[in-house]
């Protein structure tokens, strides 16, 4: 069971991001899966989640209407598409997979995490 995520850099504010979350695919067909961040010093929040068919995603107030997450189930994948950076969006970015099929925001109900991928955003 692995969840392998990458895209992550260095970007100045304004600019976008891609970041991919391959999963083995025992725990991807079947799980909602969501994208977290933890920056320095700050717990670990919510910034995405989409359901296991796709077709229900949620987002944090804070990135809503900037980042789409999406996921395609051919390749394994899960995305989140980061628009219009902000340096505050600057953290360690993880992907999980949850518990359940449908979509959920707290950390406690998702089994997998990610290693993570760092993503920096410059003034």
């Known amino acids: 069971v692995q969840l392998q995520a990458s895209g992550g850099g260095l970007v100045q504010a304004g600019g976008s991001l891609r970041l991919s979350c391959v999963a083995s695919g025992r725990i991807f067909n079947n799980n909602g899966m969501g994208w977290f961040r933890q920056a320095p010093g700050k717990e670990r929040e919510f910034v995405a989640g989409i359901g296991w068919k796709g077709d229900f995603t949620i987002y944090a107030d804070s990135v809503k209407g900037r980042f789409i997450i999406s996921r395609d189930i051919t390749k394994n994948t899960v995305y989140l598409q980061m628009n219009s950076l902000k340096p505050e969006d600057t953290a360690v970015y993880y992907c999980?997979?949850?518990?359940?099929?449908?979509?959920?925001?707290?950390?406690?109900?998702?089994?997998?995490w990610g290693q993570g991928t760092k993503v920096t955003v410059s003034s």
């Open positions: 999980a997979a949850a518990y359940s099929s449908g979509v959920v925001t707290e950390t406690l109900r998702y089994r997998y």
